[in-house]
């Protein structure tokens, strides 16, 4: 009788995860959508997040949706005495959702906080010197992304990147294409796919692509994509993505297969906000 009773409990915990919580967690989600976007916020994006108002008014919609579910659901932590203002909230907030804006993702699903730091913080990093030699070094960093469940951020970074948001690089894209190839818990360079059939097109494209780079870097060639992609293929896909959303036209002239890969996985083409409007360097 116990063991029948045990029995039905596991299959009612089983049937609640896979069936009944994520019917609960789009309910909840649609209901956060449909709150009131203040206009504050509203403004706060318009003066941050400079392809905003580049945006067809319905993928404006979608991103203030996805700004508030993300805004609910993760916890921001202030270090080193920082004060974590709503001002620095939405802008993390608004360049993280971009990279979901056609529905891409289920809003990093592994992510519990961000920790946000005033400007380049340090960690302490145990380096093998040689078979028999360890040594301690203090690494500067102005952003990380970790499996598990944090993505680190310098505050100043985040700045300076949304002000100049067509020179390719960008510390939230960046980290937050980590998080995406991460999901499936390993950080390779391949993040889950929509379809099986995807990985065989995902891994000629980006294999070609990394390689390129890494002759190009080599050879001290000049490239749209960051040389820091050529550290390894999750580098090489996080840097790619921070090209494709900053300099769409530069990517898809020189690396059209990229371009057009990176467009399908995120579906959307950025170049359609170039082309709606000047992007100001401010």
């Known amino acids: 009788m116990l063991q029948a009773v045990i029995i039905f409990l596991i299959l009612g915990i089983i049937i609640t995860v896979i069936f009944i919580s994520p019917i609960l967690t789009k309910q909840r989600r ?10 504050l916020w509203n403004a706060i994006l318009e003066n941050n997040l400079p392809i905003y108002l580049q945006l067809s008014p319905a993928e404006r919609q979608r991103l203030r949706g996805h700004i508030q579910i993300f805004l609910a659901e993760k916890q921001f932590i202030g270090c080193r005495g920082l004060q974590v203002t709503a001002e620095m909230k939405l802008t993390i ?4 959702c971009l990279l979901l804006l ?5 809003y990093f699903p592994k992510l519990r906080s961000i920790l946000v730091y005033p400007s380049t913080y340090f960690v302490n990093q145990t380096v093998a010197v040689s078979d028999y030699v360890i040594t301690e070094r203090r690494d500067a960093r102005l952003g990380e992304s970790w499996t ?18 067509r020179d390719g690089r960008n510390v939230v894209l960046h980290e937050f294409a980590h998080q995406l190839d991460q999901e499936d818990g390993k950080a390779d360079g391949v993040p889950i796919l929509p379809h099986n059939s995807d990985y065989q097109m995902w891994s000629r494209v980006m294999t070609a692509e990394f390689y390129q780079l890494c002759y190009h870097v080599q050879q001290d060639m000049r490239t749209v994509i960051d040389s820091y992609g050529a550290t390894n293929t ?31 996985y995120y579906q959307l083409d950025p170049i359609q906000w170039v082309e709606a409007g000047s992007i100001p360097n401010v």
Request: cysteine-free.
């Open 30 to 39: 649609n209901r956060i959508k449909k709150r009131s976007f203040p206009a």
């Open 148 to 165: 598990k469940d944090q993505v680190i951020l310098s505050w100043k970074q985040v700045q300076e990147d949304t002000q100049n948001w």
């Open 102 to 106: 056609n529905e891409r993702g289920e």
């Open 93 to 96: 907030a608004s360049v993280a």
């Open 234 to 264: 999750a580098e090489f896909f996080a840097v790619a993505t921070e090209t494709f959303f900053e300099k769409p036209q530069q990517l898809l002239q020189e690396h059209s297969a990229l371009y057009e890969l990176l467009k399908r």
